[in-house]
């Protein structure tokens, strides 16, 4: 039986592969010389809904602005920060020390690996025209990128260098691979954790940024006609008029499921629920959980893709939020233990900035401190009773912290983004102006839409590769080289001599 369920997923798999390049190669892709559609007035989110496509060649040659420029770079950087050293410090603090390098090196080497194939096919397939789920080959191996060549921001008339672009998208796609690591660390195989990746990165990851974020971008709006036409070139939850800043469904959600289904097909760790399984330095979490929040900047307010006022909003939110989901957090924690906790303290500040990610560009400051609120205490209950009612051995609470934080600030977008409470509104391109009809209760309906298109894609990509691997290589560590550490049994080496 177990080896006809096993051909029978990668059957399934093997029909997922083809039938994804299938829609890639045969989806209605532009011709380089053709001008690429515009989006529609309703879908277009409030000046910074999601990163935009290349601009078109077609369009008047427009000169980037410097401060732009520099202002994207020197966010790339801070994403990059992010993930080296702080998720790795993070992540690494709060496993046992014989497993600290192992997770140091799977950040670091799945970095390398998706920034490469990011520049291989990942950002063709996630940020060109192609059709509502894939992006197109046009920029293969970054074809036809040059210096010279300018992307859209979400300011009419507003370019800057697409390489600028291509290296931001690419900081977010590693950092949100490696966020998955948590959920099943201490136990998997080196190997089968980078094969794993790739699987996830190119059938999950891509498909989820380009149906968020893909569209032609604001020039391309010059009336009703042009801006419905170009509704089917934009990504399928673009069309919906789904709003995410800077990644909450792309990101953190994608990523949490992946991860909860890894440590349900992967297993529970050798003596888990009997043994002892402390953080082994909760000063390194507290400098990584630093180091993302100071990252984190980047992450959000460069998602503005422009040195504006859009950008300071996302800022400030970002300061304000986090901060307010530490408190809850801590207090949450002091009322139900007794004693507020270091540990529970930059959980929370993650819990935040996770939560306030898909809203930073969207919502007023008061609306990111609610929902920073919210978040803390909500994300404290997904790595307790919630972690209890799932009965997974998510080792780091990837899902209690990335996955319900991720779905309370999708979800609550749509609620803080009325202008009545503070938020943009949705800006219409055509009309140039901010749209005056905004519903609370359609925009929450079509935020819960992306959340479950999420959760159900990464978690089916997810789990038909988890299965593939583990048939061909084996997920898991062997019980000597578990209770050994995967430092001296996968890397030959100890974060610390005795």
């Known amino acids: 039986m177990t080896h006809w369920i096993k051909r029978l997923l990668a059957a399934g798999a093997t029909a997922l592969a083809l039938g994804s390049v299938t829609m890639a190669v045969s989806s209605p892709a532009f011709a380089k010389d053709e001008a690429k559609p515009a989006v529609t007035a309703p879908a277009a989110a409030a000046a910074s809904a999601a990163p935009s496509a290349p601009a078109s060649p077609e369009a008047p040659a427009a000169v980037p602005n410097k401060g732009d420029t520099a202002w994207i770079m020197m966010c790339t950087a801070l994403v990059v920060l992010m993930t080296l050293p702080g998720l790795g410090l993070f992540y690494g603090g709060l496993v046992r020390s014989k497993n600290m390098l192992s997770v140091l090196m799977q950040c670091m080497v799945i970095f390398s690996l998706i920034a490469v194939l990011w520049a291989v096919y990942g950002y063709s397939i996630a940020f060109t025209p192609g059709n509502a789920f894939f992006g197109g080959f046009d920029r293969l191996f970054l074809a036809g990128l040059t210096p010279e060549s300018m992307g859209?921001?979400?300011?009419?008339?507003?370019?800057?260098?697409?390489?600028?672009?291509?290296?931001?998208?690419?900081?977010?796609?590693?950092?949100?691979c490696c966020l998955i690591i948590g959920a099943f660390a201490e136990r998997a195989k080196f190997s089968a954790v980078l094969a794993f990746i790739v699987l996830w990165f190119t059938f999950s990851y891509l498909p989820i940024a380009h149906m968020v974020w893909f569209w032609p971008g604001p020039d391309a709006y010059t009336d009703a006609a042009a801006a419905e036409a170009a509704t089917a070139a934009s990504g399928w939850l673009f069309q919906m008029g789904a709003l995410d800043f800077a990644g909450g469904t792309v990101v953190h959600i994608n990523a949490a499921v992946a991860g909860l289904v890894g440590a349900y097909v992967i297993g529970k760790r050798i003596g888990f629920g009997k043994e002892a399984m402390k953080p082994h330095s909760l000063t390194l979490t507290m400098v990584g959980a630093s180091l993302l929040w100071f990252g984190w900047f980047g992450f959000n307010a460069g998602s503005a893709l422009e040195a504006s006022g859009g950008a300071a909003l996302a800022f400030a939110n970002t300061f304000l939020a986090t901060s307010a989901a530490v408190l809850t957090w801590s207090l949450g924690?002091?009322?139900?233990?007794?004693?507020?906790?270091?540990?529970?303290?930059?959980s929370g500040a993650v819990a935040g900035l996770v939560a306030v990610t898909p809203a930073a560009g969207f919502v007023g400051p008061m609306g990111a401190i609610i929902i920073g609120l919210i978040s803390g205490f909500l994300c404290l209950w997904g790595v307790t009773g919630l972690k209890r009612m799932l009965g997974a051995d998510d080792s780091l609470d990837v899902f209690g912290v990335h996955g319900v934080g991720g779905i309370v600030g999708a979800l609550l977008t749509g609620v803080f983004a009325a202008p009545a409470l503070g938020g943009?509104?949705?800006?219409?391109?055509?009309?140039?102006?901010?749209?005056?009809?905004?519903?609370?209760?359609?925009?929450?309906?079509?935020?819960?839409?992306?959340?479950?298109?999420?959760?159900?894609?990464?978690?089916?990509?997810?789990?038909?590769?988890?299965?593939?691997?583990?048939?061909?290589?084996?997920?898991?560590?062997?019980?000597?080289?578990?209770?050994?550490?995967?430092?001296?049994?996968?890397?030959g080496e100890t974060a610390y001599e005795s």
């Open 333 to 346: 924690e002091w009322m139900g233990k007794g004693k507020p906790s270091m540990l529970g303290a930059a």
């Open 424 to 491: 943009t509104g949705i800006y219409d391109y055509v009309a140039n102006a901010v749209s005056a009809d905004y519903s609370i209760v359609g925009q929450v309906w079509v935020q819960a839409k992306a959340v479950l298109t999420t959760i159900v894609w990464s978690g089916v990509v997810s789990f038909i590769a988890f299965k593939l691997v583990d048939m061909v290589i084996g997920l898991r560590v062997s019980e000597d080289a578990e209770r050994e550490g995967l430092d001296i049994s996968s890397h």
């Open 152 to 176: 859209a921001t979400f300011s009419k008339g507003v370019v800057i260098p697409e390489f600028s672009f291509f290296s931001f998208q690419g900081a977010f796609a590693t950092i949100t």
